[in-house]
């Protein structure tokens, strides 16, 4: 197959949008964004064995290079609306190209995202995303917000994608429930969304709950108290490895794409309320205080976080 049978076949199945004036097939792809929108854009690598065992799926390695994008869309509440995807595959395979548009595409139709273009090259398995989203001028959630007193609260549950990789790693069979959360996490969009004008900050959980809520801490001027016992964990994790285990995972394991958001105390109420709304489990898990850094005892916080490079 040629480049451009690839490009076809993926254009072929590419939903549109009404503010798509032109999508895939030009140089450039033209947009029409609503009067008064501000553009949030973001982008993210996944590079194979890095960031995905290399035998994952084809359409889960297509669904998680559009979750990841989706989710820091979330982290600030913006509504996502168009993507591009740089693709650098080892080969034209047809069957790869179909399974990872099945991933990709269903996910982008679930939440009316339009891929609008991109670039597809030869070389090691590597999928770049581009994803852009709409808000409001001054709606959007920044890490920035944190105040002294603000409660401190997660989305879902902790550590499961980083046990599913323990597991793996180990060579053990992943528990089913954990590499569901591995290879295809949620991204949280509607409690973004729903966030606006509640939340005083937001992260998404990438490289883990400790390490993700140091960078709130620094932007917003302040530090954090976390209660370890308070820690959301499902079924899955407390089954699959002892106590101790779990709170390292689910205080340090990345790739969860949780949200992690602060909100006034006098939220609470309007939180749990949301949380019945969305049928997502929002708990609260500490507190925003004076002075730097993320405390949380019981949990070795300096080995806290994956680092590139590192
Ligand atoms: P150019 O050489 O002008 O950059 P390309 O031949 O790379 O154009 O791409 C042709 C069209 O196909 C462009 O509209 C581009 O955005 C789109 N495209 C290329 N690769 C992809 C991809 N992996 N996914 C979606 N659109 C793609
Ligand atoms: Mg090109």
Redesign the pocket.
């Known amino acids: 197959m040629h ?2 049978d ?2 076809a076949r ?2 072929a199945r ?1 939903a549109l949008r009404g503010d798509v004036v032109l ?7 033209l947009l029409a964004p609503p009067p008064g929108m501000q553009l949030a854009v973001t982008m993210d690598t996944l590079n194979a064995g890095v960031h995905f065992p290399p035998e994952t799926a084809p359409a889960d390695i297509g669904w998680k290079a559009l979750a990841v994008n989706l989710s820091d869309l979330a982290a600030m509440g913006a509504d996502p609306a168009w993507c ?4 650098s595959l080892p080969e034209a395979s047809e069957d790869f190209i179909d399974g990872f548009s099945d991933g990709f595409l269903s996910l982008a139709q679930q939440h009316d995202v339009a ?6 090259t030869r070389g090691p398995l590597s999928i770049s995303v581009t994803a852009h989203g709409l808000i409001e001028p001054d709606s959007a959630l920044r890490r920035a917000g944190a105040q002294v007193g603000d409660a401190i609260w997660v989305s879902g549950t902790l550590g499961d994608a980083a046990g599913a990789l323990r597991q793996w790693q180990a060579g053990a069979p992943m528990a089913p429930a954990l590499q569901a959360r591995l290879d295809r996490p949620t991204p949280r969009v509607a409690l973004g969304r729903a966030l606006r004008g509640i939340a005083s900050s937001a992260i998404d959980i990438s490289d883990g709950l400790l390490a993700d809520l140091a960078h709130v801490c620094r932007a917003s001027g302040v530090g954090a108290r976390l209660d370890a016992r308070a820690l959301p964990s499902s079924a899955a994790l407390r089954q699959a490895f002892d106590a101790a285990t779990c709170l390292a995972l689910q205080a340090s394991g990345g790739d969860d794409y949780e949200l992690c958001f602060t909100a006034p105390a006098a939220q609470r109420d309007v939180i749990h309320a949301l949380s019945q709304t969305l049928n997502l489990p929002l708990t609260h898990i500490g507190e925003i205080v004076t002075g730097t850094g993320v405390c949380c005892e019981d949990v070795d916080v300096a080995a806290a976080g994956y680092q590139h490079f590192a």
């Open positions: 480049e451009f690839l490009i993926i254009r590419a999508g895939i097939g030009d140089d450039c792809a591009t995807l740089s693709l891929l609008i273009g991109g670039d597809t």
